[in-house]
């Protein structure tokens, strides 16, 4: 690298007679100076693997060859060393006197092909130990060196020499401290700071790395998808740097590019650790990233306005636009240049009605759009958890209820229940694919006009587009479900061998003698009012024949105990027990109670209660949503009642049920009756509805009146009078004011 030359002399004019000192060094302190030389570095391991693979590279120019640079991570007899070589020219006698080992003297002064300059990396290995090794061949002779750190300055020692008939080169071995993660110090060093040189042989420990490099190249920035510097960065001749934002007064850029720079565009210190932050090398740097970021723009900008991809179109709509590299690698852009995008003319060709508010996911979230709508047609109901269908533990307070979409990041295997489920067939999968996957089961038959008006954003002003929008969809969709499930159910099919294994494991017979130990659950003892569930538990040893004889049993493991409690809660506030009964199993009988249940109608998993049709789930509902209502309508007696209202009769115990069960819980049971695409029985509620508007009207007609509660026969001709054809209660049939009324 050719180094700024500066000047050799400053001329001071002045008619003053000035006695003048020249600095010089202290002959007697000489000692501090090698001291500065031998460990002038910041980062010692970082710097030792870019001053030596760079010298590599360079040693490969000077000799005109092509052949990969070699760098290893290995062990010896010895311990654990890095290790570099090269097939360069090699270090004669001659170069090592007059080179190698004289500080600031350099061959690449002159030269910006090659990346040294200073006479320092030679040394940087003794900044991290006392010795470096060196094996070098130049000639037809090969060398072995040791350089080492002296009370004075480093002296490099020949230890031995033999004719060779191999090429020239030169290879550098460090020696690792005796630190427990030394290797992983060198490993994560030398990927950072060879992340662009990229003609390099990694062996042993680091062979992964010959994986890594791909590196895509624009005119102003480079791109390697496995970069390991974060946000955007500089790349000299092929040495990364990061950017001191402080230092060029700008906002740090949250974009994974370096801003490519060739060798001599940017000063830099002498340990080469870092640029000067000269006034010229600022203006620099500020016009690259202006120039970087418009090649950015141009390139994420569409050249045909007519899209074909959803996936193209969404994230170019949506504020999240991309540019495309390969078919493997692609870099989202941040929203200030996405928003730069010229849009003009852009078209979506196969829904050109499509809003593009459907589109936008710059939240994160999934609560609207085409991913919405594609994860109401795969109904997500259960989970395989060890070889056993299970809904979600939606019923733990720790865990989140999660929602599988079309961009979920969820590693979980995805299957697709197209035939029912198989207890054998579940295990098989959880020993032959993952432990835990998602079942899906197929829901596009189900969706109606308001899924598709909700998650499209069909607007009214354009009815006449809605037909081509959902067909649209629904291709679409048809196109894309099974790509998006790893197996189907009825495809995955149980060898033999399996069966008989899975038979031997099952060491319990259930026959009328074979016992069984589980938790009972009751209401505790305790009458104190609290908000905790005032259930306990006891223990209790039957036999498997007894259980069966139960009229309901509700079961779960005993790592579900609290959603067996609140469960219970729920059957006993609503007034709904009867002779159900609630028990935990230990997980040795997980297996005894799956085969009960496939035997058996009266015994259910507390997981399967919950999936099932009932009504007391549906009660729970009803009140979370319409509690308020109920309550209002049976105080009031103006109209008459519907003849069936749905369980008013546990209306009197909302307050106190919905005290004694944790709020967790009850968002949980919301979110599973969303989830199975239930829906209360609403052709139930209309005279609810009507009674509350018309109630409300008849409120606001006597307040204007100056009409107050107190007085019910004047409300009650001012609603028979408003509303004549609605039927009132007999109470006010009586009245001699009812004749008067209809004779207006």
């Known amino acids: 690298m050719k180094l700024e030359s500066s000047s050799a002399a400053v001329d001071v004019k002045t008619n003053m007679q000035m006695p003048t000192i ?53 062990e010896d007899q010895s311990s654990w060393y890095w290790a570099c070589e090269d097939f360069g020219v090699g270090l004669s006698p001659d170069r090592c006197k007059n080179v190698f080992m004289k500080y600031l003297n350099s061959t690449k002064e002159e030269t910006n092909n090659q990346i040294g300059a200073f006479g320092m990396g030679s040394k940087s290995g003794l900044g991290y130990t006392d010795v470096v090794h060196i094996r070098t061949r130049f ?48 490993e994560k060093r030398t990927r950072q700071q060879l992340t662009y040189f990229d003609n390099i042989h990694y062996a042993e420990s680091l062979k992964h790395l010959n994986k890594d490099f791909v590196v895509y190249k624009g005119k102003n920035f480079w791109v390697k998808p496995s970069c390991a510097l974060d946000g955007m960065h500089l790349v000299i001749g092929k040495v990364a740097y990061p950017i001191n934002w402080e230092n060029i007064g700008l906002e740090r850029v949250d974009l994974n590019v370096a801003l490519s720079f060739n060798i001599g565009d940017l000063p830099v210190i002498f340990t080469r650790e870092d640029i000067r932050y000269t006034d010229e090398a600022v203006r620099k740097i500020k016009d690259k990233i202006t120039a970087a970021q418009l090649e950015i723009i141009q390139l994420a900008t569409p050249e045909n306005k007519e899209i074909h991809s959803l996936y193209e179109y969404k994230t170019l709509v949506s504020g999240r636009a991309q540019v495309t590299f390969s078919d493997e690698y692609s870099m989202v852009l941040p929203e200030n240049l996405s ?31 085409i991913d919405n709508l594609f994860s ?23 865990d989140k209820y999660r929602k599988t979409s079309t961009n979920s990041k969820n590693q979980h295997v995805k299957i697709l229940m197209d035939e029912p489920s198989d207890p054998r067939k579940n295990r098989f999968i959880a020993n032959k694919f993952s432990s835990y996957g998602d079942l899906f089961t197929d829901n596009r ?4 006009l308001d899924d598709y008006k909700y998650s499209l954003k069909l607007r009214k002003d354009n009815k006449e587009t809605w037909r081509h929008q959902i067909q649209w969809f629904q291709k679409w969709a048809d196109d894309n479900f099974e790509l998006f499930f790893d197996h189907k159910y009825s495809d995955i099919e149980v060898p033999e061998e399996f069966e008989k294994s899975a038979k031997v494991g099952a060491t319990r017979v259930i026959v009328g003698s074979d016992e069984i130990r ?87 998993s507390l997981d399967n209660w919950y999936l ?129 009324i209809n004779n207006l």
């Open 518 to 604: 589980y938790k009972a659950y009751r209401e505790t003892e305790n009458t104190k009012w609290a908000d905790d569930l005032l259930v306990t538990s006891d223990l209790i040893k039957s036999k498997v024949s007894d259980l069966i004889k139960k009229p309901n049993v509700i079961w779960s493991t005993r790592d579900n105990e609290n959603g067996l409690k609140c469960t219970y809660r729920l059957f006993k506030n609503l007034k709904c027990f009867g002779t159900t009964l609630f028990i935990s199993v230990a997980k040795k009988d997980v297996e005894v109670m799956e085969l009960l249940e496939e035997e058996n109608s009266n015994i259910v």
């Open 22 to 74: 020249k600095a010089e060094l202290a002959q007697d302190k000489l000692h501090k100076m090698w001291d500065l030389l031998q460990s002038p570095y910041r980062d010692p391991i970082a710097s030792l693997i870019r001053e030596y693979v760079s010298n590599c590279f360079d040693s490969h120019i000077e000799a005109g060859v092509n052949t990969p640079v070699y760098v290893t991570l290995e």
């Open 339 to 369: 928003n730069q995008i010229d849009l003009k003319g852009v078209n979506y060709s196969p829904n050109p009605y499509i809003n593009k508010r459907c589109l936008d996911f710059s939240n994160n979230t999934n609560k609207d759009g």
């Open 612 to 740: 099932s049709e009932n009504d007391l789930f549906e009660c729970f509902v009803f009140f979370s949503k319409y509690g308020n209502l109920v309550s209002k309508f049976i105080k009031h007696s103006i109209f008459r009642k519907p003849l069936y209202i749905p369980y008013e009769s546990y209306a009197k115990h909302v307050d106190h049920y919905m005290n004694r069960i944790p709020n967790e819980f009850k968002e949980h049971l919301l979110k599973i009756f969303k989830l199975q695409g239930k829906e209360l029985q609403m052709d139930k509620f209309p005279a609810l509805t009507s009674w509350y508007k018309d109630e409300a009207i008849v409120e606001s007609t006597c307040k204007k009146l100056k009409i107050y509660a107190e007085n019910k026969q004047a409300k009650a001709m001012i609603a028979i009078k408003m509303f004549p054809n609605r039927p009132v209660s007999s109470h006010y049939r009586s009245l001699k004011s009812y004749l008067l």
């Open 139 to 186: 000639d037809g002779t090969e060398y072995k060196y040791m350089l080492h750190k002296t009370t004075d300055a480093p002296t490099l020692a020949l230890v031995d020499s033999c004719p060779t008939d191999k090429c020239n080169g030169t290879q550098i071995k460090i020696y690792l401290k005796d630190n427990w993660d030394e290797r992983d110090k060198f």
């Open 376 to 398: 109401r047609i795969l109904s997500n109901q259960r989970k395989l958890y060890n070889g056993r269908n299970l809904a979600c533990n939606w019923y733990n307070a720790s």
């Open 445 to 448: 038959e189900n969706l109606k």
